[in-house]
């Protein structure tokens, strides 16, 4: 059973039959992760930054928003019996176009807030591939944690973070 | 390759019908009114069914079904009536599968139709007063890939490589290796269709929007902004992915600043869902 990521969207599961999908990241930034031990995963798909573009949005919808979907995603997962420190951690996504320069940048700045966040409370990060200029789509098996991912015009292949 | 069997391929598509192309006439002449439009598609059942079809999608907002195009032009303005009418009238072109894009079954049509969406929202904040023709123009941008689809299929390992190791963009890669590239082939096949010269060229350089930056036209810019927007949110993201250039001009002509760019991206995605009802309304599904 696919359990569809959509952009600005965030899905957490221990149902064993689940797989975590998220398709076709540009600049977005794809967060997945996954405690072995109680099974259970969760994935993350926001498009921006910072919520303090424009706070009302973020309140409607804080998975838009790189700090305001961060947080979220670790509680989500910790309501199933997940333990921080046993979490593995995947980062994928934050594109750009070849040259886009400063703060057009969406994709680097995308990734910047994650690392600002992890580093201040101590996440470390097991697999991650970003920039470039591809899309990125990302499936996760809860029951084993297993993760592939798809660079769009090639094959599956499987990530090596558990 | 064969250039010349790429190109002959153009005439693979489904044609353009009398009423589009008089739909065209109308759109591309400063000198005709919208309101002829309504003359023109009144005599066509389907077109008529088809724009009621879209005009009555939860993107438009109306609280009201709306029966007739006299009532449909009334809500929604000539503008979006011109270009409903374009969307069901292109779509079938652009709904299927493109399999060297590795892209599905109505990813393409996504991905025209959102950019447009985006190109008029854009263009409306600055006045523009040729919306229809702006809208049809980013509608069909990528017509060209589909022709160039199958070929890409064949060489996609030779085009990536280039990319990767020589710094083109996707674009550079397919011209350095199919001898032709989808913004120049799909510039040849609205010419065909009978287009107007100025969005013939803005077609051929959607990409490259600095060749035609001249006067105080922004048509060619706007579709470059709404274009970049798409990619970077990965609407309807294929193979090739990012690889096209930025250009920081394009922005600092529109006064776009990095805010308006996230503001953006962040707005449509409020729209998300009717956009989504939209495409599959007007691509027929």
Redesign the interface.
């Known amino acids: 059973m696919d359990l569809v990521v959509?952009?600005?969207d965030m899905k957490v599961s221990n149902n064993p039959e689940a797989v975590i999908v998220t398709?076709?990241?540009?600049?977005?930034i794809g967060l997945a992760i996954y405690d072995p031990f109680v099974k259970v995963g969760g994935v993350l798909h926001y498009?921006?930054p910072e919520s303090s573009?424009?706070p009302v949005?973020a309140g409607k919808?804080p998975f838009?928003f790189g700090d305001t979907g961060i947080p979220l995603l670790f509680k989500e997962t910790y309501k199933y019996g997940a333990v921080k420190n046993r979490l593995k951690v995947m980062v994928l996504g934050g594109?750009?176009?070849?040259?886009?320069?400063?703060?057009?940048n969406?994709?680097n700045r995308n990734h910047t807030v994650l690392r600002k966040m992890f580093w201040k409370n101590n996440i470390t990060i097991d697999f991650e591939e970003v920039g470039?200029?591809?899309?990125r789509t990302l499936k996760l098996e809860v029951k084993t944690g297993e993760a592939l991912m798809k660079?769009?015009?090639n094959e599956l292949r499987k990530i090596p973070w558990i | 390759m064969d250039l010349d069997k790429i190109i002959q391929k153009i005439d693979s598509l489904s044609p353009v019908s009398i009423t589009g192309n008089r739909l065209m006439e109308i759109i591309s002449n400063p000198d005709s009114s919208l309101t002829e439009i309504v003359d023109v598609i009144k005599y066509d059942q389907a077109m008529t069914a088809n724009l009621l079809r879209i005009c009555n999608s939860a993107y438009y907002g109306l609280r009201t079904k709306v029966e007739s195009i006299k009532q449909a032009v009334a809500y929604l303005g000539l503008n979006t009536i011109a270009n409903a009418v374009m969307m069901g009238h292109f779509s079938k072109n652009l709904t299927a599968a493109q399999g060297g894009y590795d892209l599905n079954e109505g990813e393409l049509w996504k991905y025209s139709v959102s950019s447009a969406l985006i190109a008029q929202s854009l263009a409306e904040k600055r006045h523009l007063d040729n919306i229809p023709c702006l809208f049809t123009s980013a509608l069909l941008k990528d017509i060209g890939k589909v022709i160039l689809g199958t070929h890409i299929k064949d060489a996609f390992k030779k085009i990536i490589l280039s990319v990767q190791n020589d710094g083109l963009t996707f674009l550079e890669a397919e011209k350095k290796i199919l001898g032709i590239d989808h913004a120049e082939l799909g510039a040849m096949v609205v010419e065909k269709w009978r287009f107007s010269p100025e969005m013939v060229s803005i077609i051929r350089n959607h990409h490259d929007p600095l060749k035609i930056l001249i006067g105080d036209d922004l048509s060619i810019s706007i579709i470059y902004l709404a274009d970049t927007i798409c990619m970077m949110v990965g609407i309807g993201g294929g193979a090739d992915g990012l690889a096209y250039r930025y250009y920081q001009e394009v922005m600092d002509r529109l006064n776009f600043t990095d805010v308006d760019l996230q503001k953006t991206i962040a707005d449509f995605w409020e729209k998300s869902k009717a956009v989504e009802e939209l495409i599959n309304m007007s691509g027929g599904r």
């Open positions: 959509g952009v600005g398709y076709a990241l540009g600049s977005c498009m921006l573009l424009d949005k919808n838009m594109a750009q176009i070849l040259d886009q320069g400063g703060l057009f969406i994709g470039g200029t591809v899309n660079i769009s015009g």
